[in-house]
T-cell receptor, first 113, second 111 residues
């Protein structure tokens, strides 16, 4: 099993550009989440999904969209990138609410100029 | 809103010294988890504590969950250079399925 796979690993965008960060998992986990990591801020939840067709906002959802059409995939869309979105983005999957142990992908390092 | 505070933010120790990081939650937690992130890597799950007052050990690492289920600690005995990284606690509040991560403690170990 590959676990959680994120692409791309690195990305540089100009302000106003759009892009999609890809996330796929092969563990048949129902729950998937997107976090951003900034120095001194820990991991902050952007959006999460408890199953195909169901998504909800996390702590910092503004500027990001998500969808969950399949159990395996959970893409994160930046519609109009801003320098404040420069960060490291992690996708994670988990089995559910009773423990919610997170299995993280390798991350995407995004710079917005 | 619900918060999980973690201290210290940074810790530099000499190899062989002990290290402790602390987490405090503003609300009662169903469980608390600990993760380790090596430099340039991604967070990796270490352990989960569920019961009030629970203590678990993994070799030189000791994890504790407070009696009120609002605080937790990770203690490393006799640090080694392989312990370098950022340690995160993550709490699961009783009323939601969303994990809340602490800010992390970055450990540097001088050989």
């Amino acid at each position: 099993n590959a676990g959680v796979t994120q692409t791309p690993k690195f990305q540089v965008l100009k302000t106003g550009q759009s892009m999609t960060l890809q996330c796929a998992q092969d563990m048949n986990h129902e729950y998937m989440s997107w976090y951003r990591q900034d120095p001194g801020m820990g991991l902050r939840l952007i959006h999460y999904s408890v199953g195909a067709g169901i998504t909800d906002q996390g702590e910092v959802p503004n500027g990001y969209n998500v969808s969950r059409s399949t159990t395996e995939d959970f893409p994160l869309r930046l519609l109009s990138a801003a320098p404040s979105q420069t960060s490291v983005y992690f996708c994670a999957s988990s089995t559910g609410t009773t423990s919610n142990i997170q299995y993280f992908g390798a991350g995407t390092r995004l710079s917005v100029l | 809103g619900q918060q999980v505070m973690q201290i210290p933010q940074y810790q530099h120790v000499q190899e062989g010294e002990d290290f402790t990081t602390y987490c405090n939650s503003s609300t009662t937690l169903s469980n608390i988890q600990w993760y380790k992130q090596r430099p340039g890597g991604h967070p990796v799950f270490l352990i989960q504590l569920v019961k009030s007052g629970e203590v678990k050990k993994q070799k030189r690492l000791t994890f504790q969950f407070g009696e009120a289920k609002k605080n937790s600690s990770l203690h490393i005995t006799a640090t080694q250079t392989t312990d370098v990284g950022t340690y995160f606690c993550a709490g699961l509040p009783g009323n939601t399925g969303k994990l809340i991560f602490g800010q992390g403690t970055t450990l540097q170990v001088k050989p």
